[in-house]
């Protein structure tokens, strides 16, 4: 709870108010029966006329009215402070996520990270609001209520005083086991958004496949898990309301059989027993909603620590001085010196695989290569070699277990993320496009004008398709680019690559769309008009890398061939293989 107080902090006289003026709101509905029993047992039978009853009447009407009031005020403000204080943490929780490592967002899942922005903020900011408003009204009414049926009849508000007590500590202890209960729940949120997001994702696998009936079942069996897991919460967490009204009801019965014997017996005004029934009722609506308090205690408490466990994380990746960092072995754009790599890592020399009692899985051996400034790198291999890895590491998405990875003649780990990134025009293996124009998928929020955007769609053999539409680069993508073929979408994300000019150009199986034909001509293009900038190009396609520098052929994370094309294919029976097999394919 920690997390809620820090967001409502800025708030707390804002708080205050509403506190107060649902403090008032609900002290005039209290005097609303104490009124009606005075008017019944006192004006009414000494009354010369009916003005002095009207009058009084008049006045219960003037605190109705007052507390409808109040209340539709207090409720209006609570509202205001629980939509800002959650904004905040949105916003927090969401700048967080961007910052996370590549670790970090491996631990948490995307999944997860959706849900917490969503039904966990959505938990705190109802119970932000109703802290506000019923965290005053319930106990006010419970206790107000007692009161004043103390200085009326004491003997039948000893009723009251033996069962409150009692119902509050039951609702305080299944609130307590409801806790944990609830994050479970949210836990099991997660894994059902997964499959959702894999679903929505992935639908036309899934009816190309015709799996329907196998992810329905596999949905089915996510859902059936966090409903049965809902209900148990709900079934603890409603036990309290059941019970509370059984004891308020008991009592509400005994002060009808006790009052009635009372007022028979000229100890007790009617008006009195009408006055303890009201009370009764004002009385269960307090400790009802206390309940409901407790409740929604128990999901906000839930959701906020799982929301603290992403806003706490500390930032990995922080730049580190010059002087903590180790000096470049030379003054090439891009080195890589015998560095190893693994996911599983938490952190160097340990393992996750390792506390499973498994052998770390390394994605890159001692590995260590060279790219002088302005030239090009082709990498190559299997599905699971490591290719990506390298990316990540040069990017610092990661740090490697061992070894260093140099840019520009400098530790990665010495630049700051921005500085680092804006070194590159890069193309991920799995890139997006987003639901916007293409102008601005291509430029991104960087200072691209006019002139550059044309120039970077021709160069990606993309400016053809995009000045084919009516409103050309004004033309609006659909999400995941939907309403583009494979080509095109992969055409536009090189554009967006090369558009600000980048220093060190990375594509990472970008062309595996394109035809031999169209690559061919996206190949020349980048050498004739990007030739200044370093490349690294990532494919499966031979065609893709020979003319590069230098080729890396990697194999289950080691290198295990370097040279160019020529030497490739002398010395390495890897390459050798893809060759062959490749040049076959395309003369069938």
């Known amino acids: 709870m920690k997390l809620i107080w820090k967001y409502v902090r800025p708030h707390r006289f804002f708080i205050l108010a509403v506190?107060?003026?649902?403090?008032?709101?609900?002290?005039?509905?209290l005097l609303i029966p104490y009124v009606l029993e005075h008017l019944l047992d006192h004006v009414v039978p000494a009354a010369r006329s009916g003005w002095?009853?009207?009058?009084?009447?008049?006045?219960?009407?003037?605190?109705?009215?007052?507390?409808?009031?109040?209340?539709?005020?207090?409720?209006?403000?609570?509202?205001?402070?629980a939509r800002e204080s959650t904004f905040c943490v949105r916003r927090d929780l969401f700048r967080t996520a961007l910052n996370l490592s590549g670790r970090q967002m491996d631990q948490f899942g995307l999944p997860s990270l959706i849900s917490r922005m969503t039904s966990d903020t959505y938990n705190v900011q109802n119970f932000v609001r109703m802290i506000q408003t019923m965290g005053i009204r319930a106990p006010i009414m419970l206790i107000g209520g007692i009161v004043i049926t103390l200085t009326m009849d004491t003997g039948l508000a000893m009723i009251l005083c033996v069962m409150a007590p009692v119902m509050i500590v039951l609702v305080s202890f299944v609130s307590w086991k409801g806790i944990p209960l609830y994050d479970g729940v949210q836990r099991r949120m997660d894994v059902l958004v997964r499959i959702m997001r894999e679903?929505?994702?992935?639908?036309?696998?899934?009816?190309?496949?015709?799996?329907?009936?196998?992810?329905?079942?596999?949905?089915?069996?996510?859902?059936?898990?966090?409903?049965?897991?809902?209900?148990?919460?709900?079934?603890?967490?409603?036990?309290?309301?059941?019970?509370?009204?059984?004891?308020l009801n008991v009592g509400l019965t005994l002060v009808v059989l006790l009052g009635a014997r009372r007022v028979n017996d000229g100890l007790t005004a009617p008006g009195v027993i009408l006055a303890f029934l009201t009370y009764f009722n004002m009385i269960l609506m307090g400790v009802m909603g206390l309940n409901r308090i407790f409740m929604m205690m128990s999901k906000a408490n839930a959701s906020a620590n799982?929301?603290?466990?992403?806003?706490?994380?500390?930032?990995?990746l922080t730049p580190l001085p010059e002087a903590e960092t180790v000096p470049a072995p030379g003054e090439e754009a891009l080195i890589f010196d015998h560095v190893t790599f693994s996911y599983d890592a938490d952190t160097p020399g340990e393992s996750r695989g390792q506390f499973l009692g498994e052998e770390r899985?390394?994605?890159?051996?001692?590995?260590?290569?060279?790219?002088?400034?302005?030239?090009?790198?082709?990498?190559?291999?299997?599905?699971?070699?490591?290719?990506?890895s390298i990316i990540n590491l040069l990017m610092r998405f990661y740090d490697p277990q061992e070894g260093h990875v140099f840019v520009d003649g400098k530790d990665v780990r010495a630049y700051d993320r921005d500085t680092l990134h804006r070194k590159f025009g890069v193309v991920f293996q799995n890139d997006v496009i987003f639901a916007d124009t293409i102008?601005?998928?291509?430029?991104?929020?960087?200072?691209?004008?006019?002139?550059?955007?044309?120039?970077?769609?021709?160069?990606?053999?993309?400016?053809?398709?995009?000045?084919?539409?009516?409103?050309?680069?004004?033309?609006?993508?659909?999400?995941?680019?939907?309403?583009?073929?494979?080509?095109?979408?992969?055409?536009?994300?090189i554009a967006r690559a090369l558009a600000a000019d980048p220093e060190i150009l990375i594509l990472d199986d970008a062309s595996s769309a394109l035809d031999y034909r169209t690559d061919a001509a996206?190949?020349?293009?980048?050498?004739?008009?990007?030739?200044?900038?370093?490349?690294?190009?990532?494919?499966?396609?031979?065609?893709?890398?020979?003319?590069?520098?230098?080729?890396?052929?990697?194999?289950?994370?080691?290198?295990?061939?370097?040279?160019?094309?020529?030497?490739?294919?002398?010395?390495?029976?890897?390459?050798?293989?893809?060759?062959?097999?490749?040049?076959?394919?395309?003369?069938?």
């Open 439 to 493: 102008r601005e998928n291509v430029s991104f929020g960087r200072e691209v004008d006019g002139e550059m955007l044309r120039r970077a769609a021709r160069d990606a053999m993309a400016q053809g398709f995009v000045e084919e539409y009516e409103d050309a680069y004004d033309h609006e993508a659909a999400i995941h680019g939907a309403n583009f073929s494979g080509g095109q979408k992969q055409r536009l994300l």
């Open 19 to 29: 506190m107060l003026i649902k403090l008032a709101g609900t002290g005039t509905e």
């Open 306 to 316: 799982r929301i603290a466990e992403v806003v706490n994380q500390p930032e990995e």
């Open 199 to 247: 679903n929505i994702t992935g639908i036309r696998v899934v009816k190309a496949l015709s799996r329907e009936p196998f992810e329905r079942r596999r949905y089915g069996e996510a859902n059936t898990r966090m409903a049965r897991q809902e209900v148990k919460a709900s079934v603890i967490m409603s036990l309290p309301g059941p019970i509370v009204t059984l004891f």
């Open 52 to 81: 002095e009853v009207a009058a009084w009447g008049g006045a219960m009407l003037v605190l109705t009215l007052v507390t409808r009031l109040l209340n539709v005020t207090a409720n209006r403000m609570s509202v205001r402070v």
């Open 522 to 588: 996206l190949r020349r293009a980048i050498r004739e008009h990007h030739g200044s900038a370093t490349t690294v190009v990532i494919a499966q396609r031979v065609s893709s890398i020979l003319a590069m520098d230098e080729i890396l052929v990697l194999h289950e994370g080691e290198l295990i061939g370097r040279g160019t094309h020529a030497e490739l294919m002398a010395s390495c029976p890897v390459y050798q293989d893809i060759y062959r097999t490749q040049m076959n394919e395309e003369v069938e």
């Open 361 to 388: 899985q390394q994605c890159l051996k001692d590995i260590s290569f060279r790219v002088p400034r302005g030239g090009s790198l082709g990498i190559i291999g299997a599905t699971g070699s490591g290719k990506t």
